[in-house]
DNA sequence: TTGTACGCGTTATCAG
DNA sequence: CTGATAACGCGTACAA
C-alpha cells in the first residue's frame, strides 16, 4: 500500500495531535467513518466499530469539539452571567440549570459581570465569540449594544431572576417590587408600626427595599430608617446595620426590613448581643430562605423563592426552543412566598 | 467593479453570519486584513483601521473564537472542575482564579464533578476535548485514564486545594492532614480532655478528621465520638451533629471538630439551644473561617485557609507554564493557621 | 456500509 | 502595508 497524497507534516508541538485521520488510518477506515462511528455507532459496521474503539483507545483520541462546532454551526456550548459566584443565589441557580442543561449534552462558560452593564456588556461580547448555542443572563438590565449583539446573534436568550413585559427573549423571574410590596404590608399586618431596613448587594436589592419602603408608608406614619451598603452582603454587615439603626437612627423597637438572609441574620445575632428581644423588641424579616434560615435562633422569617426552580425553568424553556415543537412562554413568572418562622 | 470569484452562498439560517470577509469587503480590504486589524491594529494603516473599525461597527461583527482557536491552536479557554460550585470554599477559589486569569484574555470553562472520580473522568474528557489551554482540577485524587488524558493533552495542569509530591503536573494546596493535627495538638493545650467530631462533605474533610482523631489519642485516652454526614455540610446538620453526640452518645462537655464552619456555627447553636455553655461545656473548633466566623457569638475557632490564596496562586503557576520563561515551582504549599477566638 | 469533496471562519506563512 | 494561499480538524452533502 503507498500512501495516498503527500505526507500530513507533523503537529508543530511534540508528537502529537491525534485526529480522526490518525485513528482512521490505524482502523484501516477514512476520516469520516470515525467520525460515523462517534455520532452515530448503528451506522457503522460493527467489525468496523471495533478496531476504530480500539484504535481510539490506544492513541487516547480525544475528539476536538472546536473543529466540530465550527464544521456543524452548533457549539453545544451555552453561556451563563452572573453577577457573582460566590452568591449562592446565583450559584444555586446556575447549578440546578447545569444539572439540567448538562444532560442535554451541552456545556457551560460561566462568567462574573460584576455589577456594572457596561462590564457586562464587554463579556457578553466575548461570550459571543465562542458562538454559544444559548446564552443565560441574570436580571433585565442591559446596555442597548449589548441587545443588540444579543439579538443579532439569533440564539435563545434567558433574562434570569427578574421580571419583565419585554424581554429581549425569554425571561424567567420574579417580582422584586412584588415582594417588598407583600414584606411590608406582612410586617403592618403583624402590628410592626415602625420599621427600618438593611441593605446591601445589587439593584434588585434596592427595588425590594424601595417597594417596602413605599408600601410601608401607607401602613405607617413613622419614617423607615435606611441603613445601605455598598457591595454585598455579609453577617458582619448585618451586625453593622443593625448597630446604626439602633445608635445612628434611634431606632429601639420595630421591624427590620433586610436584603438577604445573611444580613437577616446578622442583625439577630447583634440584637442579641445587645440584649434587645427577637422579635419583642427589634422583629428581622430576610430574603432568600436560604438552608440556615430555618435553623437559627429564632427562625428566619423570610421571603422564600425557589432557586433551583429558576434554574431549571430557564434550562426548559431553552431546550424548548432548541426543540423547535413547542414555543416556550415569553415570560415565567415563578413567583415567592413570605414564610413566617420567630423572627418576625 | 466587478464581483470577484463566485458569490459566497448566504449562511444556512436567515440573514446572517457576520465574517471578517463580510466586514472586509464593506471596507475595501481583503479578510486578512481585517483579521490583523483585530489582533494587532499597528499592522494596517490607519486610514484602513478606521474602515474595519466603521465596517465593525455597521455590521456588529463578533469574531468567531472558534475558528481562530483552530486556526491558531490556542483556544484562550480554561477549563475548572469543582465539586461544587454552590460550596464557598470551591466558589471562593475559583472567583479569584478567574479574575486573575481573565486579565490575560482567558475564560473559564467550569463544571461540577460531585464526588466520584468516575464521573471527573467523563467530564475531564469533555472539557479536553474543547482544547483548553490549561485545566484546573480539584484534589489530587484522578483515575488512571484521567491522568492519563490529562498527560497527553500536553497543556498545563494545576491540582487545587490538597497536595501531593507526586502532582500531574502543578499543585497548589495545603496538607489537610497537617490542619487535622494541628487542632488537635490545640485542643489538647487548651486543656479539653474529650473530644468528639461532626463532619460532611468530601474525602479530604474525612481526612482531616481521621488526623484530628489519630493525634488526639495522643493527649487523651477517652475514645473520640465521631458523627459523620454524607453529602454537603449544613447547619441543620451541625445541630444535628451535636445533638446526636450529646443525646446518643453521652458527649456532655469538651471540644468538638467540626469540618466546616458551617457545621460548628450549627453546633454553637444547638448548644446555646440546649442551654449548654459556649465554650465552657461545648467548645468548638470549625473549618475554613469563612465571613461569618468571626461575627457569630461567641466568634468561632477555625482554621483559616487563605481561599482566593489559591485560585491566585493557581493563576500564577499556569501563567507562568504559558510564559516559559520562570517555570513554576511543581508543588505550592499555602499552609493554614489556627485562629483562635471565642468558641474553643 | 464506506469514501470523496468541500466548507466552516480564522491564523500563519510567504509574497509583493 | 496588504493580499494569496494553505492549514486547523471536523461535519455534511453526495457518490460509490
Redesign the pocket.
Known amino acids: 500500500m503507498n500512501e ?1 497524497e503527500t505526507q ?2 507533523e ?1 508543530h508541538r511534540g508528537g502529537g ?1 491525534v ?3 490518525t485513528v ?1 488510518r490505524l482502523a ?6 470515525v ?2 462511528a ?2 452515530d455507532p448503528t ?3 460493527p ?2 466499530l471495533d478496531r476504530i474503539r480500539a484504535a481510539i483507545a490506544t492513541t487516547g483520541f480525544v ?2 469539539a472546536l ?2 462546532a ?4 452548533r457549539s453545544r456550548l451555552i453561556t451563563a452571567l452572573v453577577p457573582s459566584i460566590t452568591n449562592i443565589v446565583y450559584a444555586a441557580m446556575i447549578k440546578a440549570f447545569s444539572e439540567r442543561i448538562r444532560e442535554h449534552g451541552y456545556q457551560i462558560l460561566l462568567s462574573e459581570t460584576g455589577l456594572d452593564p457596561a462590564d457586562e456588556e464587554t463579556l457578553i461580547e466575548t461570550h459571543l465569540s465562542r458562538r454559544p448555542d444559548a446564552m443565560l443572563l441574570t436580571g433585565i438590565h442591559h446596555t442597548a449594544r449589548a441587545r443588540r449583539m444579543l439579538l443579532g446573534a439569533g440564539i435563545p436568550v434567558v433574562e434570569m431572576w427578574d421580571i419583565t413585559e419585554s424581554p429581549i427573549d425569554l425571561c424567567v423571574g420574579f417580582s422584586h417590587v412584588e415582594a417588598g410590596r407583600e414584606a411590608a404590608d406582612f410586617a403592618a399586618a403583624a402590628g410592626y408600626v415602625r420599621a427600618g431596613t438593611v441593605s446591601a448587594g445589587d439593584e434588585r436589592a434596592a427595588r425590594r427595599k424601595a417597594a417596602f419602603v413605599a408600601r410601608f408608608a401607607r401602613h405607617s406614619d413613622a419614617a423607615v430608617e435606611q441603613v445601605d451598603f455598598e457591595g454585598s452582603a455579609s453577617l458582619e454587615r448585618g451586625r453593622q446595620g443593625l448597630a446604626e439603626l439602633v445608635n445612628g437612627r434611634g431606632f429601639s423597637r420595630g421591624v427590620v426590613f433586610c436584603s438577604s438572609d445573611l444580613l437577616a441574620h446578622g442583625v439577630v445575632i447583634e440584637a442579641r448581643a445587645r440584649g434587645l428581644a427577637v422579635p419583642g423588641q427589634i422583629a428581622v424579616i430576610g430574603f432568600g430562605d436560604q438552608d440556615f434560615a430555618a435553623h437559627v435562633e429564632p427562625g428566619l422569617t423570610t421571603i422564600r423563592v425557589d432557586r433551583p426552580a429558576f434554574g431549571r425553568a430557564a434550562a426548559e424553556v431553552i431546550l424548548a426552543r432548541f426543540d423547535g415543537q413547542s414555543p416556550p412562554a415569553a415570560v415565567t413568572d415563578l413567583g415567592f412566598r413570605i414564610v413566617a418562622r420567630g423572627s418576625a
Open positions: 495516498p500530513p507534516k503537529s495531535t485526529t480522526m485521520a482512521g484501516g477506515v477514512s476520516q469520516v467513518t467520525s460515523r462517534l455520532s451506522r457503522v459496521a467489525a468496523t475528539p476536538n473543529a466540530g465550527l464544521a456543524s454551526r
